[in-house]
């Protein structure tokens, strides 16, 4: 049995715990909302002091060098050059995909490729806005050669492919580069959602996207209520203003420190970090909880989100609630809006971080075997 005093990231796990408040519950729910660090919560707590010593708009003038340094850690972390594209700060990364679409040059695009797993969410916003899609359908992990040949046929090609590169209900790391050339080489722009990917994996792959688009609260531990939308190339400058001036400053600028952070804690290690995490958990919870729950993940997906479908009719989002205030322990309950075309049952989503232990898993296979 493993040591339930392990650190399932040991490089990491003790720097991450120092720089943040402890935590007074089993928090494996990092793909839903990360626990920011001491220098996220002073950040946030200098700006909003500033606005009320200073005034809200002199203190937005004050923090925008330190804005500036944060988009340079976008670019950075996505592989593009000092200076490369447009970088925004917006509300969230349903307010990302919103606002290009909204500022798409010339008029709304008709119709957007995407694969059958794409976040219902983000199908929500196409619909709203009157857009069509078209499924690239194939495997649950993409297939490049699948994605080819859909947009080989001219009668459905489409404006534009919307990639969610790491999914909300699966922890399936998708090849994204690959399909992206792909996407490219049929001389299409390619949208990608990389709300989980920020802060998880390596974002570089991403690199030949025309637009990326993330969020401050997930992987990273920013604040909540604040986005990122990163468009290059020609699309950049014909997309027009792209960051709402009238917004949570203070929020801003904590996700300028937990990116900041994130880069000095150095990206690579932080991925191996996550990787190791995600192993260890499956592991533990496939053995734990074999003939009740299954892992869907393969055991060595390199990504920290555990997906965990049960065996028998379930109420996944009353268990979810009952672990809260009964275990102490924070999971996801994920229905099948978060993939409608591609889910048939809700699951339960693990996703601890660097600070996640041995004891934090087996106390959740525990209250899950206690229940089943």
Known sequence: MTDPTTDLAPDLAA??????????????????????????????????????????????????????????????LLGWQPGEGVVAFVHS???????????????????VAHPRGEYGPNLGVLRSLGIGTLVVDGPHRWDPDAFAQALARPAERPDLVHLTWLGSHSGTVQPLADVVAVCRAAGLPVVVDAAQAFGHLDTTAARDADVVYGTSRKWLAGPRGVGLLAVRGPLAQRCGPLEQ??????????????????????????????????????????????GSWEVCEPLDEPSATVTLRPLQALDVAGLRADLITTDGIVTTAAGVERAPLEMTTPVLRVSGHLDTTAADVEALVTALLGRS
Request: with cysteine; charged share 25%; aromatic share 4%.
């Open 15 to 76: 720097s991450w715990r120092r720089t943040r408040p402890p935590r007074s519950v089993r928090h494996l729910d990092s793909a839903a909302a990360g626990r920011s660090s001491w220098a996220v919560l002073d950040a946030v707590t200098t700006h909003l002091r500033a606005e009320a010593t200073r005034g809200g708009y002199v203190a937005a003038l004050e923090a925008e060098p330190v804005l500036d340094r944060a988009r340079e850690d976008v670019r950075a």
């Open 93 to 111: 990364a349903e307010d990302a995909l919103r606002q290009l679409l909204l500022r798409w040059p010339g008029d709304l695009p008709v119709a």
């Open 245 to 290: 001036a009238e917004a949570t400053i203070a929020g801003r600028v904590g996700f300028a420190a937990a990116l900041a952070a994130h880069v000095d804690l150095g990206p690579a290690a932080v991925h191996a970090g996550l990787a190791a995490v995600g192993a260890a958990t499956r592991c533990l919870l496939a053995d734990g909880l074999a």
